[in-house]
């Protein structure tokens, strides 16, 4: 798996080139999926499931995401990142098609799994495939600024899929608009035949890869004994969890304020989404203008105020708080992953990437069935409150832990300091910039 930049003589930077080059364009066909901004109207209404039953069914896509990520990630660093995102999407399109022809509340959640697995195979692996690649052609540095890209490509495919959800679905129904998600993933697979496995540049020419269960250990060891790297796990599942409900109520909220499915529908969604390509657009700005961890510090008292906004004002003009938890989602993504990938060795990379991912599906296991319960029982209003009661403590709490320990490993932590001043300094004083001990340092 382990290709070196040249063989025979010849210079192979042409191959992680293209990999940067079709990376943005294998993702946007990736995320065209129309049948988004119209799937829990499809559970409800083209599958008959209930709110309880919907939530009874995530439960097959957690345990997958929360105990397949690490393994997914290491058998990525094993068997090589191209190898396992081809998979991942071979399994999409199984589970778009099984999805569409779903009946009952079994055949969903045997969808829901396939989905699962179909995640938890290419998130994580994903992003170690783009930061080798680039960290192949000498622009590790740049990682940020480019998942920034990434993502925001992503967006700007699911923004032109929630305009026209709508439009397909009047046009072809809501069976056939699930059905021409399996399209777009078909090209992302095509154009993934371009890909080829870029080195794992701390590995040393011609060592073995290492066993599946020693990778795992390695990841476990390294979070252990890593205050910023555990904390920055734990605070990232959380953040992640904490957005996650938006996926779930946002058709919801609109159903509510009698908004009939159709392109204001789905036209109605947009402004969210297009907020996170905004946000993604100036990830890589945000660093250097306020810091990664001043940054994401910041993003708990923003969701916080999203569910108290929306949980006290029961109007249409509501929505415009899910644009707030937009510019949320399209920051927090690649400025996490970057402070990840700066403390993680190449050859761990995609396992710890995957724990990242595995921590906010190891939260939802248990979350989703009571969650699906309370939305079929309670006022919705009574719903956005509940989240930001549940999430808003757990979010300070590990956001301040994490902040203590970046400062410590930058020897810039005031032990003797109290929570509020604390506070303080993470959100508003200006940080000191310490003397790097590497050079990826500079923008955390």
Known sequence: MNQPASLNGVDQRHRWRRNVRLYPLFYFFHDLQFWLPIWTVFLLDGVGLSWAEIGAVGPAFYVITSFGQAPAGALADRFGRVRVMRASLMIYIIFIIWFALSGSFW???????????????????????????????GRARDFERFAGRVFAVRAVAMVLATFGGGVIAEVIGLQGTVISGAVGVGVALLLSLGFREPPHQERVRGESAPAYLDLMKQTLRLAGRTPTVRYSLIFSALLI??????????????????????????????????????AAFLAFWLVIRFGAVRTLASLPFWVVLVYVGIGLIDHLGAIGFFIILGLARGAQMPLMEGYLNRRVPSNLRATALSLNHMGWALIMLPFLPVFGWVVGTYPLSFVFLGLAAFYGPLLLIVMILWVRADRQERGQLRLASAVPQLLRETLWKPQRRAVPTRRADEFD
């Open 107 to 137: 055949q969903a959640a045997v969808a829901w799994s396939l989905w699962g697995l179909a995640m938890v195979t290419l998130t994580g692996t994903d992003s170690a495939f783009l930061y080798d690649s680039l960290q192949a052609l």
């Open 241 to 278: 969890a904490a957005m996650v409900p938006e996926f779930y109520l946002l058709q919801e909220f609109l159903q509510g304020q009698e908004v009939e499915v159709g392109w204001v529908f789905t036209a109605l969604q947009a402004p969210a989404r297009i907020a996170t390509v905004i």
